[in-house]
């Protein structure tokens, strides 16, 4: 048991990294203008909505219902464990605002801290699909374990290129950039070893933490993202870029269903 643990986390260890894949793909182009700024935010919002239903979501309610709950306990579950990943955001908007006025911790400038809180979405949300990876090892499927593992990674290379994207926007370096992309990712292997040591005792928690991150994520891109998108208008829609960030995503996630 303790070597099928150990695959888990290094299988998760290998899908986090591939936001650094991503990461390098932006690095390698410097950063974006204006319009492509704008685009580039579109694309991050796209691939963070498509995320938030098809890895998120949905795998949280299909896996209780299998764990026995009603359709309407299934739904119902899923919408409070958003509410609270939404309610943790938008507390944790507040406080960072109140940093920011005192000059501590936390950037000042608007466009800054909105992308400050999308990197923390996207790092949020990797640590539930860590535990998936490192779940679907504990289930005794070495075969699921590892098409988990590519699905997941595959899905982490556009994650990567939008938080590249969005701090090159903002004067970061091509090296920064990738090595942040990839830091957001190698939080996977903490949500992974914390799975499987919760694998025997209570699989519940998967689910609420799966919807939780998809709320914190639905959150950031509704309340920062998109409203940053339309006041830059005068540089182009990015409406394009988030219909292509979420096709994108959805074909990921039906292709490696």
Do not use: K
Not at 223 to 239: C, D, K, L, V, W
């Amino acid at each position: 048991m303790l070597e099928v643990a150990l695959t888990g986390i290094a299988a998760s260890s290998l899908a986090g990294a591939m936001t650094g894949l991503g990461g390098l793909l932006v690095a390698v182009s410097g950063a974006p203008d204006a319009r492509r700024q704008n685009l580039l935010v579109g694309f991050a919002a796209g691939v963070m909505i498509a995320a938030a239903f098809g890895s998120l979501i949905l795998p949280a309610f299909v896996q209780l219902r299998e764990g026995g709950a009603s359709l309407i306990a299934a739904g119902a579950s899923v919408l409070v464990a958003l509410w609270l990943g939404a309610a943790v955001m938008a507390r944790l908007g507040v406080w960072s605002h109140g940093l920011a006025a005192q000059g501590r911790y936390w950037p000042a400038a608007p466009d800054e801290r909105r992308i400050a809180l999308f990197v923390l979405a996207i790092t949020l949300h990797n640590l539930p699909e860590g535990m998936a990876v490192g779940l679907s090892f504990m289930g005794g499927d070495p075969q699921l374990g590892w098409a988990t593992m590519l699905a997941i990674g595959l899905q982490n290379i556009p994650e990567g290129m939008a938080v590249a994207a969005l701090l090159a926007s903002i004067g970061w370096s091509r090296a920064r950039c990738a090595a942040a992309a990839l830091a957001t990712g190698l939080i996977e292997p903490i949500g992974a070893a914390f799975g499987v040591a919760i694998a025997s005792a209570s699989a519940a928690i998967l689910p609420w933490a799966l919807g939780i991150a998809a709320g914190a994520m639905l959150f950031v891109v509704a309340a920062e993202i998109i409203p940053h998108t339309r006041r830059q208008m005068a540089h182009g829609s990015a409406n394009p870029a988030l219909m292509a960030g979420l096709a994108l995503m959805l074909a990921l996630d039906l292709t490696l269903s």
